[in-house]
């Protein structure tokens, strides 16, 4: 039952490396710090000194257990970075900073964790934000926590919460939804859950699907800038479009409408949900976001988000309009075959482990 | 390969819990928010939204791992919260809001998550902190992730991080350590991390060892009441109070001087360190906190933490000295034998999974 694990392995994970003691802290010092480190994460504290913060303040937390732990366009390190300042930059916050909790299975080689730690480091310059404190676990290897290439092969589970301000008095609300509202999207559906897929049942088209994983945070302050306030974003990840559309019904009480013709997506991302028997709806995205804005805000948010290497394709999908009295409030889309049918949130998960 | 896992079994988690669709929403509904519930949680956005803080910030993060789930005086909720709340205190913050991420396994019992979120609501109300934001991602069954009763239960990974304000104008910093310091700790030793073994092998003394996890902002805030300004405060978590001792003497470049007399430890825990092998100074503890202060400050500090529930056991149990020239900076312990030790910080983990 107890595994000692004080001999450090030159190539993999021991449970000594999460044991607070002398191996652990050469690892941080050579490993982690020459990557991540900066002046508040450095000194090695029981927390990080963040100063006095301007503005209000936005706090969320996120795990990914993605597997496998490197997908074509991103892994689970620039995932987990994404993640977190994309919450925060959906509900209008830029982000200041990042914790970084690593839960590692023993037997992960070191060399990977390295490359999942230069990732979170280049996610994080790219975002402009810092890890400022982080915390490491190591726990037995119990048969392998991901698709792994040998069964010694560890896994790696990471939490990162994200710290964000905003400046007072404006932040998006649901609430605030009400008919006559336009529902808009940034870009191509599903490719990050198909791109995952993809490799995990080795499919053979990720040479052309790739996770479209990316911080929104300069997109966001893009459309803010612009003079535009959203009423409503959000990234539809786990639950997919189909969740945050049901979201939206049911914070306005109203009916959404959206058009299957005018949901932008790939060719092969479509072939590819067919293949795989998914809705591209349910599939989780990422570097996505869903934003409602008042119908006179629709045509510049448009304009907006098109000027910005993540909004390309950006697209009108829908709009809120009043219930007829007798329903409940639900989301219909008219589809391209001219019918018209209910879109509702995924009872549970198509595809696990895909963030 | 591909768990679709979208039929709720009553009395277990099973994928979809971690699905973001309907299940998730409705066991978050019925289960999380009766019990931890607040205004900032409960409308269920990307983040939290917190306002304007007052003072300086601390931000910090902690994953849990212990097994088993539950041991005597404890449970992975309940040292979940202690764990942030006290990284917080150690900086010298009060607790402002914290994030709970849970990474669950498929065949956890429901009815145990119940429990360990009771205990986190309970904690968290002792602590005077609130869960703002959250997150649940479920893995699937790999052979189960702790000490479990029967093969088929699931595991529980816990994150929490935290964000913490203290007025501005004084901070604990480790640079400030000097020959003359005065080194204090609240209470007995080794504990926590005994009681957790003790059960994990059956040894028979759980009866009267239990955890003395327990968050500590309050016994930190009657310190600072009394008008004690700690020059250094942290928690004996992994790596225990040997490793603490060793990072003071690093920190002040000089020795640090311990007696063996002086460490407070019941006669239960000795027994059991040495039944089990384990030198009580590289046990984990929680609830303990080792302040340093300078040499005036000592007595005072004594009788303010004799005076709190936590501090009943305070004891002086060395001091930062000039360092011979000759020698690099040590902890040199003199024993209850008459002879002189130098005390390392452990190599790697005596005790795996012990929070």
Redesign the interface.
């Known amino acids: 039952?107890?595994?000692?694990?004080?001999t450090?392995d030159d190539d993999r994970v021991?449970?000594?490396?999460?044991?607070?003691?002398?191996?652990?802290?050469d690892w941080i010092r050579s490993h982690v710090l020459p990557r991540l480190g900066n002046s508040v994460l450095s000194?090695l504290?029981?927390?990080?000194?963040?100063?006095?913060?301007d503005?209000?303040?936005?706090?969320?937390?996120?795990?990914?257990?993605v597997s496998p732990l490197k997908f074509p366009g991103g892994d689970i390190g620039r995932l987990a970075v994404c993640g977190t300042v994309?919450?925060?930059a959906?509900?209008g916050?830029r982000p200041t900073?990042l914790?970084?909790?690593?839960?590692v299975e023993e037997g992960l080689h070191l060399e990977l964790l390295d490359e999942v730690l230069d990732s979170i480091a280049a996610a994080a310059a790219e975002a402009g934000v810092q890890v400022?404190?982080?915390?490491?676990?190591?726990?037995?290897h119990?048969?392998?926590?991901h698709?792994a290439a040998e069964p010694a092969d560890g896994g790696l589970?990471i939490?990162t919460?994200?710290?964000?301000t905003r400046q007072?008095g404006w932040?998006p609300a649901?609430e605030t939804l009400a008919p006559g509202d336009v529902i808009v999207i940034n870009g191509n559906l599903a490719e990050h859950g198909l791109a995952v897929m993809s490799v995990?049942?080795g499919l053979g088209f990720d040479s052309t699907l790739r996770s479209d994983v990316a911080p929104l945070n300069s997109f966001v302050s893009a459309v803010l800038e612009a003079g535009i306030r959203p009423k409503f974003m959000?990234?539809p990840?786990?639950?997919g479009l189909a969740?945050v559309l049901v979201d939206i019904a049911e914070a306005s009480g109203e009916t959404v409408e959206v058009e299957e013709a005018a949901l932008p997506i790939s060719t092969t991302a479509r072939h590819a949900a067919e293949l795989l028997g998914f809705d591209p709806l349910t599939v989780?995205n990422e570097g996505k976001c869903v934003v409602v804005v008042a119908a006179n805000d629709a045509a510049p948010l448009i304009e907006c988000m098109r000027a910005h290497p993540l909004g390309r394709r950006a697209a009108v999908i829908g709009r809120v309009i009043h219930r007829r009295q007798t329903h409940p409030p639900v989301v219909e889309m008219a589809t391209s075959a001219g019918g018209r049918r209910i879109v509702q949130?995924?009872?549970?998960?198509?595809?696990?482990?895909i963030c």
Do not use: C, W
């Not at 021991?14 to 652990?24: P, S």
């Not at 503005?55 to 257990?65: I, K, L, N, Y």
């Not at 914790?99 to 839960?103: A, D, E, F, P």
């Open positions: 039952m107890l595994t000692q694990g004080t450090a021991v449970m000594a490396h999460g044991g607070g003691g002398t191996l652990m802290r000194p504290t029981d927390g990080a000194d963040l100063g006095v913060l503005g209000e303040v936005v706090f969320t937390t996120d795990s990914f257990v994309n919450d925060l959906m509900m916050a900073a914790s970084l909790g690593m839960i400022v404190t982080g915390d490491t676990k190591v726990i037995e119990r048969g392998s926590l698709q589970l939490n919460a994200g710290i964000g007072s932040a649901a995990r049942e959000r990234d990840t786990r639950g969740g989780a949130r995924p009872y549970g998960e198509e595809l696990p482990r």
